[in-house]
Nanobody, 124 residues
Framework: QVHLVESGGGLVQAGGSLRLSCAASGRSNYAMGWFRQAPGKEREFVAVINPTGRTTYYTDSVKGRFTLSRDNAKNMVYLQMNSLKPEDTAVYYC???????????????????WGQGTQVTVSS
């Protein structure tokens, strides 16, 4: 069993930055992903990092602006979000996958554990 707790959300102006953190209990050798869900929309994939931290994938809309990293010694995952846009406003969820998702990395069903979410609001 893995317990995930997100933090770091908040209100920021467009163009600003936030760093989201995800603290994971238990083992650290999971693929870790971030998803987000805006009001009235489906949950969407943001990024994923493999257990070693050497491989990351991002959805096109955040490439070049968001950076996903992990510190396995601390069981932490970080999502650095720069150049934020109002369309980035959503609840952001941390997720852990027991098995590296490969081609299904953008599918929520590939992830086994989820955090409670943290709100990110970007004002224009």
């Amino acid at each position: 069993q893995v317990h995930l707790v997100e933090s770091g959300g908040g209100l920021v102006q467009a163009g600003g930055s936030l760093r989201l953190s995800c603290a994971a209990s238990g083992r650290s050798n999971y693929a870790m992903g971030w998803f987000r869900q805006a009001p009235g929309k489906e949950r969407e994939f943001v990024a994923v990092i493999n257990p070693t931290g050497r491989t990351t994938y991002y959805t096109d809309s955040v490439k070049g602006r968001f950076t996903l990293s992990r510190d396995n010694a601390k069981n932490m995952v970080y999502l650095q979000m720069n150049s934020l846009k109002p369309e980035d406003t959503a609840v952001y969820y941390c997720a852990a996958a027991i098995t590296w998702p490969t081609d299904l990395r953008a599918e929520a069903r590939s992830y086994d554990y989820w955090g409670q979410g943290t709100q990110v609001t970007v004002s224009s």
